[in-house]
């Protein structure tokens, strides 16, 4: 059993600043690339930005020069800092990654955290 757990959201006025931060935790074997994501009302979820376990990373076009991911792999945490927030950056924000237990990879994620921008 694996979970993902997000933390850090709230709300924010816009050009402000935000951390959020997801822990994988459980019978873990390995985890490749982790991402965050994102889904505001009304649109289809998308990606925000990514991880691969050699710490490459790539950034939606909206957050480039904004966003910046990062890992932790002893701790098996991937934070998300957001600067500069928009209100259209308004949205729950997902975390995913790719995790292999026993003897197979799978796609997990996390239940969300809302992330609100407004004055």
């Known amino acids: 059993q694996v979970q993902l757990v997000e933390s850090g959201g709230g709300l924010v006025q816009p050009g402000g600043s935000l951390s959020l931060s997801c822990a994988a935790s459980g019978s873990i074997g390995s985890i490749g690339a982790m991402r965050w994501y994102r889904q505001a009302p009304g649109k289809q979820r998308e990606l925000v930005a990514s991880i691969t376990s050699a710490g490459s990373t790539n950034y939606g076009g909206s957050v480039k020069g904004r966003f910046t991911i990062s890992r932790d792999f002893a701790k098996n945490t991937v934070p998300l800092r957001m600067n500069s927030l928009k209100p259209e950056d308004t949205a729950v924000y997902y975390c995913?990654?790719?995790?292999?237990?026993?003897?197979?990879?799978?796609?997990?994620w996390g239940q969300g955290t809302q992330v609100t921008v407004s004055s």
């Open positions: 995913n990654a790719d995790i292999f237990t026993r003897d197979r990879w799978s796609s997990d």
